[in-house]
């Protein structure tokens, strides 16, 4: 791991979304809060019981059967859940400007919310309680890298952090899901093999020949699917070299040697663009790639209209295979291939950084009178063992699941009525077994729950193993400083990136369907002037290096 201190913000909402006015100044700025808050008097149990505010929507039952075991038996604390109704940070300007929340509240972590609880004067100091190993062992054991970043100038941490990964050096690489996936059914039937894949000409071939073919209602074959509107050609970009992911970053970004190369500078970004625009003319990409929704290319899948897919496979549905039990439809035979090599790249761009720092932050009001249940119940929460997370969403081993064979193996429901329940899809009857509050333990590389457990179907083990080879192909890695650079308030990030956002949504459009190479040329000049004109790409990029370099010399 090379993140420094001050590199680390995940997971950032948009950071143009403002908090509307009300918030008192910064509370750090106050040192009578800060001395008042440090020495609190409200750190008596006060009948072991909180309520908890999620900062998302959730159907909330409060009598779950494992609340009860929390309540009854440990960590002996009554935790009482409210969720969040509509847009999270419209709720939130809501409850902070009428008085705030009763005890505490998580939410996904972001600089956008971390600053709007800052500044309102609510929150209570909590770093003393990282440093209590007898009383809380659990929050004295978080990595002390994730605790340092958190610090403010004063060095204050104002949250508890949760759903990290226990050991930094050697994170869990989390969902892989971006690749290139095909039908090995077509592929039989085309007459071709894996190794064949292995080239851009490779693919070509194979889309060709699949546009020959029919489906089971009698049409040609869509030869590729791409669902440009949750952004899968990313999984193109990737091949060619394009770095598309970061880690709450503004931007991605690829290093290469001491340089650092922006997604759309990237030759690669062209590259793929040409390719892609190739295969439109050629009706080897659907042509409705520009326009379907997630509902109709979802529909399409299901009715395996495509021979290729090049995405995220939450995208086109892992439900496709997940729920069959043998070879009885299209999505059984759905599978990742490798990137193509592509001459010229020799590394492939990121598609996915795995970030092991905390993902949520648990903020607790000044007023609370029950600041021992609340440390109580996330000490039990972040009890640092591979399981834990498995514990909090679905009870301790033995209750209501149990291990297959060995600790750390397969594991299954051990309870029928909880198992239906659970696995019911009903939404009301999950909330009376659990309320799913895994985010607010950690996570371990050692062992992976979704990736080993008892599927009613035999194709739910498919989604795990597809995950599992997708991070293995070289488009995946660690976090690095440049991953997280953020914008700062009234710059040009946060002024422009909306802008840009627009401009490569309308050019992307223009360059994927130009009807000849004259066109194609014309659109990426044009594409390139709007960057500068109305994307301010040239001001974003000079600002990103100041932003990096003052981070890197903290």
């Known amino acids: 791991m090379k993140l420094k201190r001050s590199g680390i913000v995940a997971l ?54 494992v609340q009860q075991y929390w309540r009854t038996e440990e960590p002996g604390v009554d935790v009482q859940l409210e969720a969040t109704q509509g847009d999270a940070l419209t709720a939130l300007n809501l409850k902070l400007n009428t008085g705030g929340f009763d005890d505490a509240a998580i939410f996904n972590r972001s600089q956008v919310i971390d600053d709007a609880m800052k500044r309102s004067n609510l929150l209570m100091p909590l770093e003393q309680y990282f440093n209590m190993p007898d009383k809380y ?22 949250s508890l952090p949760s759903w990290f990964d226990s050991n930094p050096s050697e994170p869990w690489p989390g969902w892989s899901s971006s690749a290139w996936f095909i039908r090995t059914d077509v592929l039989e039937k085309v007459g071709m093999t894996e190794n064949d894949l292995t080239t851009l000409d490779g693919v070509e071939s194979y889309l060709k020949k699949a546009a020959e073919l029919k489906d089971e209602s009698g049409k040609n074959l869509l030869p590729l699917g791409i ?55 050629d009706k080897l990409i659907d042509p409705e790639a520009l326009t379907d929704k997630s509902e109709r290319y979802v529909e399409k899948n299901k009715n395996g209209r495509y021979a290729m897919n090049i995405g995220s496979f939450w995208n086109f549905d892992s439900s496709l295979w997940e729920q069959l039990d043998g070879p009885t439809g299209p999505g059984w035979f759905y599978k990742p291939i490798p990137f193509p090599k592509i001459e010229g790249v020799n590394v492939l761009g990121t598609t996915q950084v795995i970030n092991p720092y905390p993902g949520f932050d648990t903020y607790i009001s000044k007023n609370t009178k029950n600041l021992d249940a609340i440390l109580k119940f996330y000490d039990y929460t972040l009890t640092q063992k591979p399981e834990q997370n498995m514990v909090v969403n679905e009870g301790p081993v033995g209750k209501y699941w149990g291990w297959v064979d060995q600790p750390y193996g397969k594991w299954a429901f051990t309870d029928e009525n909880y198992k239906a329940l659970r696995n019911s899809g009903d939404q009301a009857k999950k909330a009376q077994v659990t309320p799913e509050l895994y985010m607010t333990s950690n996570y371990s590389n050692e062992w992976y729950a979704w990736w080993t457990n008892e599927n009613v179907h035999a194709g739910g083990v498919k ?23 953020k914008a700062k308030a009234g710059g040009a990030w946060e002024k422009y990136a909306p802008e840009l956002t627009t401009v490569y949504k309308e050019y992307r459009a223009k360059l994927l369907m130009a009807k000849d190479d004259a066109q194609f040329e014309k659109a990426w000049t ?19 290096n100041e932003l990096y370099q003052a981070m890197s010399n903290k």
């Open 526 to 544: 044009e594409f390139a002037s709007a960057l500068e004109k109305r994307g301010h790409w040239s001001e974003l990029k000079t600002e990103w």
């Open 137 to 158: 062992p659990s929050l004295a054991a978080i990595p002390k890298e994730y605790l340092e970043q958190m610090k403010d100038a004063d060095g204050h941490i104002w």
């Open 12 to 65: 950032t909402l948009a950071a143009t979304v403002g908090i509307a006015a009300g918030c008192s100044g910064n509370s750090h700025t106050e040192p009578n809060n800060a001395a008042a808050s440090s020495t609190n008097t409200n750190t008596k149990d006060s009948g072991g019981k909180f309520k908890l505010w999620l900062g998302w929507t959730a159907t909330v039952n409060n009598d779950s059967l």
């Open 463 to 485: 989604t795990g193993e597809f995950s599992q080879e997708i991070a293995k192909m070289g488009a995946t890695r660690v976090a690095e400083n440049y991953d997280m650079v």
């Open 227 to 281: 669902l440009t509107d949750k952004n899968d050609e990313n999984a193109v970009l990737a091949a060619f070299g394009v770095t598309v992911a970061s880690a709450g970053g503004v931007t991605p970004v690829k290093q290469d040697g001491g340089n650092f190369i922006f997604m759309y500078d990237n030759p690669g970004f062209k590259a793929a663009y040409k390719w892609m625009n190739g295969l439109y003319r």
